[in-house]
């Protein structure tokens, strides 16, 4: 079965740091895969996808991702932290021969942003 | 603005009653689903439903049920509530597109349930 993978379920930065959290999946055929980002009081939304057209993937409010197939990995990236970007983030993949539409979701990595 | 709306923000329920979560979307998807939510254990599936009357279990269906009558409804229903079933509750939406699909989700602002 496919699984999604978030190294460090807390994460801490200084504003203006380098923002990293990592994800890794499972798969032998790279999947569909997806950041979203859950605010406080709040459902999620969409970060950024990977759709096998670039393997380095830009998403909103600075972030991006890159896929690499050699390390099933597609950590999410931000150069300079700010203080709006504490949330919760959560990796996903298409669950690819599985049931039509299901999403696996890692467990989530929470971002605290210091002054 | 697209839409994803879930009934109620919070609901304090007692052990034993029948509880229903409503969620609506307003963009014609095909896709709807139930997730929980809980701190450590990210996303996990409940149902989910690929059309009208359609349904699919999902990875924790057990102590749930779900329905829908008409394609913007998704109700999931918790026929004999239980403490264990405290736990926030999100409901996600998106068109099927092809299978695997990289069609984003939608997801309404989530109901906290609390059974006591």
Not at chain 2, 15 to 35: A, I, P, S
Not at chain 2, 54 to 65: A, N
């Amino acid at each position: 079965a496919q699984s999604v993978t978030q190294l460090g379920s807390h994460v801490s930065v200084s504003e203006g740091a380098l923002v990293l959290l990592r994800c890794n999946y499972s798969s032998s055929v790279p999947p569909y895969l997806f950041w979203y980002v859950q605010y406080p009081n709040q459902g999620l939304q969409l970060l950024l996808k990977y759709t096998s057209a670039a393997t380095l993937v830009k998403g909103i409010n600075g972030f991006e991702a890159e896929f690499k197939k050699s390390e099933t990995s597609f950590h999410l990236t931000k150069p300079s932290a700010h203080m709006s970007d504490a949330a919760e983030y959560f990796c996903a993949a298409e669950n690819y021969g599985g049931s039509q539409g299901n999403l696996i979701f890692g467990k989530g990595t929470k971002l605290s942003v210091k002054p | 603005d697209v839409k994803v709306t879930q009934s109620s923000r919070y609901l304090v329920k007692r052990t034993g009653e029948k509880v229903f979560l409503e969620c609506v979307q307003d963009m014609d998807h095909e896709n709807m689903f139930w997730y929980r939510q809980d701190p450590g254990l990210g996303l996990r599936l409940i149902y989910f439903s690929y059309d009208v009357k359609m349904k699919e279990k999902g990875d924790i269906p057990e102590g749930y049920s779900v329905s829908r009558e008409k394609k913007e409804r998704f109700s999931l229903i918790l026929e004999s509530a239980s403490t264990n079933q405290t736990s926030m509750y999100l409901c996600a939406s998106r068109h099927s597109g092809t299978t695997p699909t990289n069609e984003k989700l939608f997801f309404g602002s989530g109901t906290q349930l609390s059974v006591l």
